[in-house]
């Protein structure tokens, strides 16, 4: 057990192993506590994505290119409750990594996978809703569910080549720095270099890129307002594709909320972690992993608060309505907007 004894000795990771690592000492009371905590987070996070996942998998009306995204988006965040949390969870809790190098290595791969992963579909996203407010002739040609997928498919990829290379690169870079480390602990050693590289790949250029789509889209849409709102004065009418184009302005501010949580969850740990860890205390560190964790139970929440479709879709899911014949044909944009 890894919270503390009466006699306070030293307990080890590995008592039968001479390099093995200290584990660190935790009251039952914490111990008992954090499992509780952290399992319903893991919970919760794997319960809310499902119902995103569910959603727009099953009602056809909900199968649009934005969609996929965000579908594709709600896996990643589903997988970081499912396998990224309580992995982490319990290396945090005890202390210690009990599980092996290879399933280590696999772990860091799959962590970086899915952070990796997420910051590429919000590019995707930033990109579709540049087409869909700033370009809304050319959207139907150019953005398609094809394309879409194949975008998604590119995006998995290249995620998972670049953090077996970013793994490899890591540990070839601990073989010959041959630090002095103790049996029992799960982390990467990474080269300066790669750290600004990794820095610049995974936030740097895709959040420079979705910062400047968002301004453009959102200055784009504040003159389309300007100009509906003075031919409203003028007496015109403008009805024709003023609620097509009111749709996705809103679509375009929700995701651009997402976009901005995803940002202030991932900004402070990008900028700190290149100060190293001799600067910024474990304790910090922990903390904003955690944080970059957590962002994956917020979208569903964002979708709850200004998507009805979600709304809607969860309820026929919670009452088990998608189960009835037909249900997925469902027209669940009745009375929508």
């Not at 009466?6 to 009251?27: L, M, V, W």
């Not at 995803?262 to 290149?274: A, D, E, F, Q």
């Not at 979708?303 to 709304?311: I, S």
Request: with cysteine.
């Amino acid at each position: 057990m890894a919270y503390e004894t009466e006699d306070h000795e030293t307990q080890y990771c590995f008592p039968a192993i001479n390099s093995s690592c200290i584990k660190g000492k935790r009251s039952r009371y914490e111990y008992n506590i954090m499992y509780v905590f952290f399992s319903l987070l893991s919970a919760w996070t794997v319960f809310l994505n499902l119902l995103v996942i569910i959603s727009i998998s099953h009602f056809k009306k909900l199968h649009t290119p934005t969609n996929l995204i965000i579908l594709s988006l709600a896996v990643a965040d589903m997988l970081v409750g499912l396998i990224v949390m309580p992995v982490d969870a319990i290396k945090l809790i005890e202390t210690c990594w009990y599980f092996g190098d290879t399933l280590c290595d696999l772990f860091m791969i799959i962590m970086g996978l899915l952070i990796s992963t997420s910051i590429c579909n919000l590019v995707l996203v930033a990109v579709d809703r540049y087409v869909a407010v700033c370009h809304p002739l050319l959207y139907p040609q150019k953005i398609t569910a094809t394309k879409t997928l194949i975008s998604i498919c590119l995006c998995w990829f290249f995620s998972s080549t670049y953090n077996i290379g970013y793994l490899i690169s890591g540990r070839y870079f601990e073989s010959s720095q041959k630090p002095d480390m103790c049996y029992g602990k799960c982390h990467l050693v990474i080269s300066f270099s790669w750290t600004f590289t990794d820095l610049f790949f995974s936030f740097a250029l895709p959040c420079t890129l979705i910062i400047t789509l968002y301004l453009r889209i959102f200055y784009v849409a504040h003159q389309q307002v300007k100009l509906l709102n003075s031919m409203m004065k003028g007496g015109k009418c403008v009805m024709e594709g003023s609620v097509r184009r009111k749709s996705e302005r809103k679509a375009a501010m929700t995701l651009g909320i997402i976009v901005t949580a995803y940002l202030l969850c991932y900004i402070p740990y990008y900028i700190l972690s290149v100060t190293g860890t001799t600067v910024i205390s474990s304790a910090t560190m922990t903390f904003l992993i955690w944080t970059l964790y957590v962002n994956s139970s917020l979208n569903p929440l964002i979708y709850a608060l200004f998507y009805r479709w979600f709304k809607i879709s969860v309820k026929h899911i919670l009452t088990l309505k998608i189960l009835e014949p037909s249900s997925s044909l469902m027209d669940i944009f009745t009375d929508y907007e």
